[in-house]
């Protein structure tokens, strides 16, 4: 029983999954400084608030109060908006970097300086107009 779990947990996706969980982590409460000391005070410069939680309003007496949702909602987008722009477009920029595009393949047939169909690279006569055709290139 011991055993399986061993093979389990030594498993290369379990120990890359968990340090990425770890990385994760850490890296949520960097953007969460950035979002909450940067960006923040950016909006509140721009728009005059910047803490919503005492937005609310009351319907038929019950209070509804939507500060602390709204102040959630903007955390979330500038959160969101920040992994975005410093991590998924600079990896998605070094992968196609790294990317390369395979060499095309070596063409298997050529025109017929004839009639212009197509024939195998190593004929020398065209099987359509029975033209003679020379070499390899044509």
């Not at 990896?91 to 195998?120: G, Q, W, Y």
Request: charged share 15%.
């Amino acid at each position: 029983m011991l055993s399986g779990f061993k093979q389990f947990i030594l498993r290369g996706n379990v120990i890359d999954m968990a340090v990425g969980v770890v990385i994760g982590a850490a890296f949520g409460s960097v953007v969460t400084a950035f979002t909450k000391d940067l960006l923040t005070p950016l909006i509140a410069a721009l728009v005059g608030k910047p803490d919503f939680s005492s937005v609310s309003f009351a319907i038929h007496g019950s209070p509804f109060p939507v500060g602390d949702f709204i102040n959630a909602a903007i955390a979330f987008l500038l959160v969101a908006a920040a992994v975005y722009f410093f991590v998924v477009t600079p990896v998605n920029a070094l992968v196609a970097r790294m990317r390369k595009a395979p060499a095309p393949a070596d063409p298997t047939t050529k025109k017929c300086p004839e009639c212009l169909s197509e024939i195998p690279i190593d004929a020398r006569r065209c099987a359509h107009c029975a033209q003679p055709v020379a070499g390899k290139a044509a």
